[in-house]
């Protein structure tokens, strides 16, 4: 189905204002334009992995969420789901389920519920093949916490748990590819996306991932304007610069076959994205040179993978 | 709203009346909390140069910018909206304002 | 007609979780445990229930899928032991707190470390603050009977609350026991439907759960469940009336074996019971007043109940198959000291027993030698030790 910014905007908004999350969050954003790629008819069960977007759009007594949603700890929203999603089939195979529609299972977990804690049930998750999508919402720390490093955390970003110093450039390792590590899961569906422009890749992929029969594992850059440092509202601006970079590409991974989904005409120095944020500030002083060109380095030795993989489909 | 959820939502609920586990069962009702008083800066829809492109509907976190039922955004749901201005930086258009909150 | 069969207590949790036939049930190997799953799969793969088998990647995971599950509205089940429960840890408080029966076979065994297979009860003793129902079974036969119960406790309107059924590792799930069994209809019949009030499958009235739940709310949350726990004790005694009406098999918070005119007595759970009970049989053929106190259920724990019925002994042994390393004494003896003191019976003196970690073999010997002892402080004499070990070297 085509996608259509006008009609798409008329269908049901099932994730409401009045939560918690931080004025400018890249977080909702992303969920909202998900959930609109569920068909109108059509229910979700949600699951949250502990984290920002869980203790915000959920504090007793108001839930920011329209579809059935359950949270229930920080590393396994993908286990929560999968018991959900069995409880469905379960459930409906003997009759007890009469109503219309279809219902989709959909996880939400954060990069730390996700890279970090979370892994391994997603990982059990995929594996068993449930009819789900997962959706990691990376915004590259621990923020609900107070921006601790995770394994999604970019190589030299500064977070308060490796913090810059004088023996220190931020953290010491290199990210962590949570994507291609569940496109050897050998699962049907596969995404990396971002809310840029008019928030098109995000809406197909969303839907792509929640009208694939199987697992399907969605990655989202989600901003965050307090662990970045960068102005709340440049939030689209910052989105753009990530792709634009190629330091966050957009591409798909459908039964094992790869689609870089968007390549820069002018691929901009990631420095670009860099500087926008203060986070990486430190890596502008006068001597830091080699690390900007370490960090341009293994960008393009990401993105250049990624043309090959996709070449050698 | 039932007496019983009227008990739910008043902060002095007993644990009589209290929801099992904190399970809740008006999803959504998270609309009745407001955000707005969050806010230091201030949109303003400037109607006139709007075309209605709905850039700003998509971006809103807060789900602060509706739609009416012919698809076309209405005035800001300023009990929602937590002031920060995505929707002014993303408008092609200049027909959102962005100004301090008085 | 019941069915006279003989089973291991493994295989009887899982010939009563087939006869419940439960939507979903979520599992990870470990043992002793690890049959449970194994023949419940092949039911499944044989479709002789038409559940959702989930062999989830771990105990964390198989207890998180079991949440979503109920949360669903379907019935959940799983079966563990030892570092398996304790990897579930996080979330039997999870289950609890959100209110969701779920049913669970624990299968005693030691906690590590070190590691070790054998039996004893340092795994469920140490969720017995989690919130859970804890039932606990010294046979083939109680552990098939209280699974049959577990549900229409766990999921009575006053109760809510997940249901843990406990027997010993080895010694009764792997022990081939004769058995009776009940006809399939009936147990669907007992058993019931389950239909929770609201479930996110439930297109037509959405929910949510699991808040986030601030000093506002939550401590109204935990009186709620403790409360629910209250309600238990009465739920349990009133499916327990029903299932002797159905099975002439009678269940209460304890069983007493020959107190009637006791002077002293012996508390243990689960098999050790069964030892116990063949030597108060041999030491009251020689005269001596023994009798035993073998408690079913620890969580609700039915404290004044117990403290009533101890009060008229002159000396009690507590056995305990787990060390609470407090320096003060195991957990059903603090739990029942506790409560003894606390409901104002001050006649019998207490010891207690530490015995059979890590499968440790106890012997009728060993329990005779605690009701000689129970028998000298009877004398009366003196207690010189409240804190004791059996069977340890020196």
Same mark, same amino acid.
Request: aromatic content about 10%; some cysteine.
């Given at each position: 189905?085509?996608?259509?910014?006008?009609?798409?905007?008329?269908?049901?908004?099932?994730?409401?204002?009045?939560?918690?999350?931080?004025?400018?969050?890249?977080?909702?954003?992303?969920?909202?334009?998900?959930?609109?790629?569920?068909?109108?008819?059509?229910?979700?069960?949600?699951?949250?992995?502990?984290?920002? +977007?869980?203790?915000?759009?959920?504090?007793?007594?108001?839930?920011?969420?329209?579809?059935?949603?359950?949270?229930?700890?920080? %590393?396994?929203?993908?286990?929560?789901?999968?018991?959900?999603?069995? !409880?469905?089939?379960?459930?409906?195979?003997?009759?007890? /389920?009469?109503?219309?529609?279809?219902?989709?299972?959909?996880?939400?977990?954060?990069?730390?519920?996700?890279?970090?804690?979370?892994?391994? !049930?997603?990982?059990?998750?995929?594996?068993?093949?449930?009819?789900?999508?997962?959706?990691?919402?990376?915004?590259?720390?621990?923020?609900?916490?107070?921006?601790?490093?995770?394994?999604?955390?970019?190589?030299?970003?500064?977070?308060?748990?490796?913090?810059?110093?004088?023996?220190?450039?931020?953290?010491?390792?290199?990210?962590?590819?949570?994507?291609?590590?569940?496109?050897?899961?050998?699962?049907?569906?596969?995404?990396?996306?971002?809310?840029?422009?008019?928030?098109?890749?995000?809406?197909?992929?969303?839907?792509?991932?929640?009208?694939?029969?199987?697992?399907?594992?969605?990655?989202?850059?989600?901003?965050?304007?307090? *662990?970045?440092?960068?102005?709340?509202?440049?939030?689209?601006?910052?989105?753009?610069?990530?792709?634009?970079?190629?330091?966050?590409? /957009?591409?798909?991974?459908?039964?094992?076959?790869?689609?870089?989904?968007?390549?820069?005409?002018?691929?901009?120095?990631?420095?670009?994205?860099?500087?926008?944020?203060?986070?990486? $500030?430190?890596?502008?002083?006068?001597?830091?040179?080699?690390?900007?060109?370490?960090?341009?380095?293994?960008?393009?030795? $990401?993105?250049?993978?990624? +043309?090959?993989?996709?070449?050698?489909? | 709203?039932?007496?019983?959820?009227?008990?739910?939502?008043?902060?002095?609920?007993?644990?009589?009346?209290?929801?099992? *586990?904190?399970?809740?069962?008006?999803?959504?009702?998270?609309?009745?909390?407001?955000?707005?008083?969050?806010?230091?800066?201030?949109?303003?829809? /400037?109607?006139?140069?709007?075309?209605?492109?709905?850039?700003?509907?998509?971006?809103?976190?807060?789900?602060?910018?509706?739609?009416? %039922?012919?698809?076309? =955004?209405?005035?800001?749901?300023?009990?929602?909206?937590?002031?920060?201005?995505?929707?002014?930086?993303?408008?092609?258009?200049?027909?959102?304002?962005?100004?301090?909150?008085? | 007609?019941?069915?006279?069969?003989?089973?291991?207590?493994? %295989?009887?949790?899982?010939?009563?979780?087939?006869?419940?036939?439960?939507?979903?049930?979520?599992?990870?190997?470990?043992?002793?445990?690890?049959?449970?799953?194994?023949?419940?799969?092949?039911?499944?793969?044989?479709?002789?229930?038409?559940?959702?088998?989930?062999?989830?990647?771990?105990?964390?995971?198989?207890?998180?899928?079991?949440?979503?599950?109920?949360?669903?509205?379907?019935?959940?089940?799983?079966?563990?032991?030892?570092?398996?429960?304790?990897?579930?840890?996080?979330?039997?408080?999870?289950?609890? *707190?959100?209110?969701?029966?779920?049913?669970?076979?624990?299968?005693?065994?030691?906690?590590?470390?070190?590691?070790?297979?054998?039996?004893?009860?340092?795994?469920?003793?140490?969720?017995?603050?989690?919130?859970?129902?804890? /039932?606990?079974?010294?046979?083939?036969?109680?552990?098939?009977?209280?699974?049959?119960?577990?549900?229409?406790?766990?999921?009575?309107?006053?109760?809510?609350?997940?249901?843990?059924?406990?027997?010993?590792?080895?010694?009764?799930?792997?022990?081939?026991?004769?058995?009776?069994?009940?006809?399939?209809?009936?147990?669907?019949?007992?058993?019931?439907?389950?239909?929770?009030?609201?479930?996110?499958?439930?297109?037509?009235?959405?929910?949510?759960?699991?808040?986030?739940?601030?000093?506002?709310?939550?401590?109204?949350?935990?009186?709620?469940?403790?409360?629910?726990?209250?309600? !238990?004790?009465?739920?349990?005694?009133?499916?327990? @009336?029903?299932?002797?009406?159905?099975?002439?098999?009678?269940?209460?918070?304890?069983?007493?074996?020959?107190?009637? @005119?006791?002077?002293?007595?012996?508390?243990?759970?689960?098999?050790?019971?069964?030892?116990?009970?063949?030597?108060?049989?041999?030491?009251?053929?020689?005269?001596?007043?023994?009798?035993?106190?073998?408690?079913?259920?620890?969580?609700?724990?039915?404290?004044?109940?117990?403290?009533?019925? &101890?009060?008229?002994?002159?000396?009690?042994?507590?056995?305990?198959?787990?060390?609470?390393?407090?320096?003060?004494?195991?957990?059903?003896?603090?739990?029942?000291?506790?409560?003894? &003191?606390?409901? *104002?019976?001050?006649?019998?003196?207490?010891?207690?027993?530490?015995?059979?970690?890590?499968? =440790?073999?106890?012997?009728?010997?060993?329990?005779?030698?605690?009701?000689?002892?129970?028998?000298?402080?009877?004398?009366?004499?003196?207690?010189?030790?409240?804190?004791?070990?059996?069977?340890? =070297?020196?």
């Amino acid at each position: 189905m085509a996608y259509n910014f006008k009609e798409v905007a008329r269908k049901p908004e099932r994730f409401t204002g009045g939560h918690r999350m931080c004025a400018g969050c890249g977080a909702p954003v992303v969920i909202r334009q998900i959930l609109r790629a569920l068909k109108p008819e059509d229910h979700a069960v949600i699951s949250a992995a502990t984290g920002c +977007l869980e203790v915000s759009t959920f504090l007793y007594p108001y839930s920011a969420w329209k579809d059935s949603f359950i949270h229930s700890a920080f %590393e396994n929203a993908a286990a929560t789901i999968s018991g959900a999603e069995a !409880a469905y089939n379960g459930m409906r195979r003997r009759g007890k /389920l009469d109503q219309e529609g279809e219902t989709k299972f959909i996880a939400f977990g954060g990069d730390g519920g996700t890279y970090d804690i979370g892994i391994q !049930a997603l990982s059990g998750a995929m594996e068993r093949g449930h009819d789900m999508v997962y959706v990691c919402y990376d915004n590259g720390a621990y923020m609900n916490t107070g921006i601790q490093r995770s394994s999604a955390t970019p190589m030299f970003a500064d977070t308060t748990t490796s913090p810059v110093g004088r023996e220190s450039q931020g953290k010491n390792q290199r990210k962590k590819d949570l994507t291609e590590i569940m496109v050897n899961h050998h699962i049907p569906y596969v995404a990396q996306t971002a809310a840029i422009g008019n928030l098109k890749d995000l809406y197909e992929k969303a839907e792509k991932a929640i009208y694939t029969k199987g697992p399907a594992f969605l990655n989202v850059l989600a901003p965050c304007p307090r *662990g970045w440092r960068y102005e709340a509202s440049d939030l689209m601006q910052i989105n753009k610069l990530a792709v634009d970079t190629c330091f966050w590409p /957009l591409y798909e991974v459908v039964e094992g076959k790869y689609t870089v989904n968007y390549k820069p005409k002018n691929k901009l120095p990631v420095v670009e994205f860099l500087k926008a944020q203060g986070r990486f $500030r430190h890596l502008f002083k006068k001597g830091n040179e080699e690390l900007l060109d370490m960090i341009q380095k293994e960008v393009d030795r $990401r993105w250049e993978r990624l +043309l090959s993989l996709e070449a050698s489909n | 709203m039932s007496k019983r959820e009227e008990k739910i939502y008043s902060p002095d609920v007993g644990w009589k009346d209290i929801t099992h *586990g904190g399970t809740i069962t008006t999803a959504g009702n998270a609309e009745l909390f407001l955000t707005g008083d969050w806010r230091s800066m201030k949109p303003v829809w /400037l109607k006139d140069k709007c075309k209605q492109c709905l850039m700003c509907y998509y971006v809103c976190p807060d789900t602060a910018i509706l739609i009416d %039922e012919n698809g076309k =955004r209405i005035d800001f749901n300023y009990n929602h909206c937590k002031g920060c201005g995505i929707c002014y930086k993303v408008c092609p258009f200049k027909a959102i304002d962005f100004v301090n909150e008085i | 007609m019941a069915i006279r069969e003989r089973l291991s207590g493994n %295989e009887a949790v899982a010939y009563a979780m087939k006869q419940i036939n439960p939507d979903v049930v979520a599992a990870f190997p470990i043992t002793p445990s690890t049959e449970i799953p194994q023949y419940f799969s092949a039911y499944v793969a044989n479709g002789e229930v038409n559940t959702e088998f989930i062999p989830v990647e771990s105990e964390h995971s198989a207890m998180s899928a079991c949440i979503g599950a109920q949360a669903a509205g379907g019935r959940a089940m799983t079966a563990t032991s030892a570092n398996g429960l304790a990897l579930m840890w996080e979330m039997l408080y999870i289950a609890s *707190g959100a209110r969701l029966p779920i049913v669970m076979a624990c299968v005693n065994r030691a906690l590590s470390g070190p590691i070790n297979i054998h039996n004893d009860h340092s795994d469920s003793m140490g969720a017995r603050d989690s919130g859970w129902i804890q /039932l606990y079974s010294e046979s083939s036969q109680e552990a098939y009977d209280n699974m049959l119960m577990a549900h229409r406790i766990a999921e009575h309107p006053d109760v809510l609350l997940p249901v843990m059924v406990c027997q010993d590792g080895f010694i009764t799930s792997h022990a081939i026991e004769n058995i009776e069994l009940l006809e399939d209809e009936k147990v669907k019949e007992f058993v019931g439907e389950y239909k929770p009030a609201h479930y996110l499958l439930n297109k037509e009235n959405p929910i949510a759960i699991g808040p986030l739940d601030h000093f506002t709310h939550y401590f109204e949350h935990k009186r709620q469940q403790a409360e629910a726990m209250r309600n !238990a004790k009465k739920v349990i005694l009133e499916v327990a @009336d029903e299932f002797y009406k159905l099975t002439g098999r009678k269940y209460g918070y304890f069983e007493e074996y020959k107190t009637d @005119d006791a002077e002293v007595c012996i508390v243990v759970l689960n098999s050790t019971a069964g030892t116990a009970k063949f030597v108060v049989d041999k030491m009251r053929e020689e005269g001596k007043k023994v009798g035993l106190v073998k408690p079913r259920v620890f969580r609700p724990f039915p404290a004044p109940e117990i403290a009533g019925a &101890l009060a008229r002994f002159k000396a009690v042994a507590v056995m305990d198959k787990a060390d609470s390393f407090n320096a003060a004494g195991g957990p059903l003896f603090t739990e029942i000291t506790s409560a003894v &003191l606390a409901h *104002g019976a001050t006649g019998p003196k207490f010891i207690n027993y530490i015995y059979g970690l890590g499968g =440790r073999d106890v012997k009728a010997d060993d329990i005779e030698f605690i009701y000689n002892k129970l028998l000298e402080i009877a004398a009366p004499g003196k207690v010189d030790s409240i804190y004791n070990y059996i069977g340890v =070297r020196e």
